[in-house]
T-cell receptor
Framework: GIQVEQSPPDLILQEGANSTLRCNFSDSVNNLQWFHQNPWGQLINLFYIPSGTKQNGRLSATTVATERYSLLYISSSQTTDSGVYFC????????????FGQGTRLTINP | DAGVTQSPTHLIKTRGQQVTLRCSPISGHKSVSWYQQVLGQGPQFIFQYYEKEERGRGNFPDRFSARQFPNYSSELNVNALLLGDSALYLC?????????????FGPGTRLTVL
């Protein structure tokens, strides 16, 4: 099945810094979503981005489907950005499901 | 509009017991999927239901079962609980059954098996 790798696994930054999270996937996909998991476990939708570039405030994302990677950019980090960020891709072979990476744990220190 | 809702929030069971988790999708969404997330890992796909039929199943034993009701809500049942079933169980809803549809997740049910 399709494999999803996220890097780095952990990232510690000071408030105000910028960060880039990467997601590599092993096969063609028809969906790519970025999520932020809050401390209570809920997955918050950040971007639905199977290809192209999107921006939402301080966050932006780019997916280059032909090269099988996606990047999530966070600018001017705030302590509330802390948490785990997941990339998930749509696997359209067999069960119609999302396949998740292992996540990047982001810690923003004041 | 209400998002995906799940109940209960937390649950504590002992080995060998059975548990039922509930999920209500976003209004208008017809597909419900269940995922299991153990500590330190990404969520793993368990089931997809669409129009009350099972449309996909992940690599989980037969102790796991689910169903979808005419109002598109869903229940996940786990029998003969094992310690390893302790996890966060997430429900996701989407408009249609296809994986290219954006999925939206509920707050989860945290299951602890003692």
């Amino acid at each position: 099945g399709i494999q999803v790798e996220q890097s780095p696994p952990d990232l510690i930054l000071q408030e105000g810094a910028n960060s880039t999270l990467r997601c590599n996937f092993s096969d063609s996909v028809n969906n790519l979503q970025w999520f932020h998991q809050n401390p209570w476990g809920q997955l918050i939708n950040l971007f639905y981005i199977p290809s192209g570039t999107k921006q939402n405030g301080r966050l932006s994302a780019t997916t280059v489907a032909t090269e099988r990677y996606s990047l999530l950019y966070i600018s001017s980090s705030q302590t509330t950005d802390s948490g785990v960020y997941f990339c998930a891709v749509g696997d359209f072979q067999g069960a119609q499901k999302l396949v998740f990476g292992q996540g990047t744990r982001l810690t923003i220190n004041p | 509009d209400a998002g995906v809702t799940q109940s209960p929030t937390h649950l504590i069971k002992t080995r060998g017991q059975q548990v039922t988790l509930r999920c209500s999708p976003i209004s208008g969404h017809k597909s419900v999927s269940w995922y299991q997330q153990v500590l330190g890992q990404g969520p793993q796909f368990i089931f997809q239901y669409y129009e009350k039929e099972e449309r996909g199943r992940g690599n989980f034993p037969d102790r796991f079962s689910a169903r979808q009701f005419p109002n598109y809500s869903s229940e996940l049942n786990v029998n003969a609980l094992l310690l390893g079933d302790s996890a966060l169980y997430l429900c996701a809803s989407s408009l249609r059954r296809w994986s290219y549809n954006e999925q939206f997740f509920g707050p989860g049910t945290r299951l602890t098996v003692l």
